[in-house]
């Protein structure tokens, strides 16, 4: 995390938070709760939309989107268009997903969205730390 990082949380709507602050966990439970998105459905393509709409263009292409998600959302054509804007708009997407990777066979929302973007089990330590090295790659 440096001071030109950007975190945005997401459900049916898109919040920004700040990566600093957030970095206590009982900090980011509490902001979570606060800004309005806990509790709501995922509707990622809504969300990435408005993040690929944002007039400071936070997404360019000196941007690594990193983007948490089980793929569960609500519309997925939108998402997937979203998925695809935001992959032009990028210098690199990269998702992370808390499923086990033994379980994506029997998804077939993970299967959609790893075959538009390199997509990294994210679910332990050890995981994260080797979605880090593929960061670097």
């Not at 440096?2 to 049916?12: A, C, I, M």
């Not at 973007?117 to 979605?131: E, F, H, K, Y």
Request: hydrophobic share 40%.
């Amino acid at each position: 995390v440096s001071e030109h990082t950007k975190v945005f949380l997401f459900s049916e709507t898109l919040a920004q938070a700040d990566a600093f602050s957030l970095q206590n966990m009982d900090l980011f439970r509490n902001y979570v709760r606060q800004c309005g998105i806990y509790g709501k459905g995922t509707d990622l393509g809504a969300a990435l939309q408005k993040l690929c709409d944002l007039p400071d263009k936070v997404l360019n292409q000196s941007t690594t989107l990193l983007i948490l998600s089980d793929t569960k959302t609500i519309d997925h054509n939108a998402a997937i268009a979203a998925v695809e804007q935001a992959k032009r708009l990028c210098g690199k997407v990269l998702w992370l997903n808390p499923i086990p990777q033994y379980m994506w066979k029997y998804s077939r929302s993970i299967r959609i969205y790893e075959n538009l973007c390199p997509m990294v089990c994210c679910n332990t330590l050890q995981s994260l730390a080797q979605a880090c090295k593929k960061l670097i790659l």
